[in-house]
Structures are given as C-alpha cells and as structure tokens.
C-alpha cells in the first residue's frame, strides 16, 4: 500500500484544529449569553408591592400540603371539575 500523502494529512490537521477551534468558539458564545440571561435585576428594582399581594392571594386557595397544585401544575382536589353528561 501506499503511503498518505503528507500534504494530505496535513490539510486533514487543520481542518480538524478549525473545527475543534470553532465548537470552543460557539460553546464560549453559548456560556456568555446564558450568564448574561441569568444574572439577577439590578439592586435598584423593587418588588412591587402589588403584585406580591395578587400572587400571594391566588395561592390561599390551594391546599398547602399540594406543592404541585400551589405552582400551578396539577389541579388541586378542591378544584371543581365540569362533568360532560353523554
């Protein structure tokens, strides 16, 4: 068999580093705009007061031993259900 050509296996090198070069790139990208996205309000926005009160009025009709009905993802057992007569 022959052997590869060098100029061949080189430019399969750097086609390789460029591409391994450009995934570091878009993961840096990625990790830059996720922290951008995460970071908390800044220290001069307070909480409005009513709002905080609508939120919290809306959760006394859940049963607290009901996390998932609390957050609003499952019903609670105290939640009226239509029934369909068919």
């Given at each position: ?24 790139l878009l993961i ?48 609670s057992v105290n ?8």
């Amino acid at each position: 068999m022959k052997s590869p050509d060098p100029h061949q296996a080189m430019q399969r090198v750097k086609v390789g580093m460029i591409g391994l070069a450009a995934v570091v790139l878009l993961i840096a990208l990625a990790s830059t705009i996720l922290a951008s996205l995460s970071r908390d309000q800044p220290a001069g926005v307070a909480a409005q007061p009513d709002i905080a009160a609508n939120v919290a009025a809306g959760n006394e009709t859940a049963l607290p031993n009901e996390p998932l009905a609390e957050l609003g993802i499952s019903p609670s057992v105290n939640a009226q259900v239509a029934v369909d007569d068919r």
